[in-house]
């Protein structure tokens, strides 16, 4: 009996995680300062309230389209590059056999066996072999465009509930400390879920991001404030 060694590699999720940190990140920094920067200057609950429910929608869809466009100009580059890779394969077989030799030469196998090896490869799908090989294309890293956006979208919606959460259940005089501390806390934890997922240190992971959102809350604090004091 074959005993079938599995393997979990965190390469597959590459794409679909890279966008839904990024909006979950996004969706409670980006609230998080809309909500500290309203109240610092002095606006009631219910103008924080729809400040932080139409940032979260605004910022959804932006999200959404910013990364359809992105992830749909890298799908755009791979159609293009695997069109004229069967363009090429058409056209001039021995060529492209050659090239594929090369390659694997150039990863440690002698000219008689790499070349055995790019001619069984070919006869079974030549393309797909080139595409792999050739312009590093796989089904696991391809750029899907629909997902990226859904993703962005979805993640940005679910960061953006906790400070939208902590606007609703927080004493008006105390809206700015507890969005801020909730804030901070799902983004150290977002980062150090992100780090681990992508096998990086959680501590390094979750201090990076509690330190860049302190910073932007803050400064849209002071903003806040200087707004209101000026109005």
């Known amino acids: 009996m074959v005993h079938i060694h599995r393997e979990i590699h965190r390469a597959g999720r590459v794409g679909w995680l890279r966008a839904a940190v990024l909006g979950a990140n996004d969706g409670t920094l980006s609230v998080a300062s809309l909500v500290v920067g309203v109240a610092a200057a002095g606006a009631s609950q219910g103008s924080i309230l729809v400040t932080a429910v139409a940032g979260m929608v605004s910022g ?14 890298q799908a755009d580059s791979e159609k293009a590059d695997i069109e004229k890779e ?19 030469m150039s990863r440690g196998l002698d000219q008689p066996l790499a ?70 806390v ?9 780090a681990y997922a992508g ?15 302190t910073l932007a809350m803050g400064v849209t604090a002071g903003a806040g404030k200087l707004f209101g004091a000026v109005v």
């Open 60 to 73: 959804a869809m932006a999200m959404a389209a910013g990364e359809y466009v992105s992830v749909q100009s």
């Open 86 to 104: 069967k363009g090429e394969l058409e056209m001039d077989t021995e060529s492209e056999l050659a090239e594929l030799t090369a390659i694997y």
């Open 115 to 184: 070349r055995r090896v790019a001619e069984s490869l070919m006869s079974r799908d030549a393309l797909g072999t080139h595409a792999r090989d050739e312009l590093g294309i796989t089904e696991m890293l391809r750029a899907r465009p629909i997902q990226a956006a859904f993703a962005s979208a979805l993640s940005f919606v679910a960061g953006a509930i906790v400070p939208i959460a902590a606007t609703l259940l927080a004493p008006i005089s105390r809206v700015v400390e507890v969005s801020s501390v909730a804030a901070l």
């Open 186 to 194: 799902t983004l150290v934890v977002l980062g150090g879920i992100a």
């Open 199 to 213: 096998g990086a240190s959680v501590a390094r992971g979750a201090v990076r991001v509690a330190f860049w959102g």
